[in-house]
């Protein structure tokens, strides 16, 4: 038995389009309750939801002449799809890549990469669900950890789509 509730769909292992049935008494999906009119309710416009799975990057300066020697930089996303990210410098300041203008509604994946001159760039990459990449170039300054106030002038012009992603 298992072997078959594994092997067929739901609806096929319970010998039915619905493994539950209709409560007694209920009309079946999508069907009015005798007696009674149809809903005249406009349905609700579905927006897709995220899912994603948590995804971390890190970047670390590791030229000595540079006034951010040793900063680490991290990226993560969470389950809904959001992206943040982490200056060494700021212990404990997780901050919303949403703030970035063009920043993708949904993250998947996550990528860092830091220049080592000083004053250098951080560049911030991230997968969209719709399988488009977007980066965004931000300046770093050797006094200035990022903050949820300095990282929009930062970076500028936000995140923008790389063209032809291949996935």
């Keep these: 038995m298992l072997l078959g509730a594994l092997a067929m769909p739901a609806a096929a292992a319970h010998g039915g ?3 539950k049935g ?14 009674r009119p149809a809903s005249t309710t406009p349905a609700r416009p579905t927006t897709p939801r995220c899912s994603s799975e948590r995804d971390v990057s890190s970047a670390v300066v590791d030229y000595s002449g540079s006034g951010l020697f040793e900063t680490l930089f991290r990226a ?9 990210l982490n200056d060494s ?8 890549l ?6 993708p509604t949904c993250a998947q994946e996550t990528a860092l990469s830091a220049t080592e001159e000083d004053p250098g760039n951080l560049y911030i990459t991230l997968l969209g669900s719709n399988g488009t990449l977007y980066q ?4 770093t300054a050797s006094g200035a950890p990022f903050t949820p106030a300095t990282l929009p002038a930062a970076c500028g012009a936000g ?3 790389i063209s ?4």
């Design 17 to 19: 389009p619905d493994p």
């Design 22 to 35: 209709t409560a007694k008494g209920q009309p079946a999906k999508g069907k009015p309750a005798k007696g």
């Design 76 to 84: 993560a996303t969470d389950r809904q799809g959001h992206a943040f």
């Design 89 to 96: 410098r700021n212990p404990g300041v997780w901050i919303n």
């Design 98 to 103: 949403a703030l970035l203008p063009g920043a």
């Design 136 to 139: 965004a170039q931000c300046a």
């Design 159 to 161: 995140f923008t789509p």
């Design 164 to 167: 032809g992603t291949p996935v």
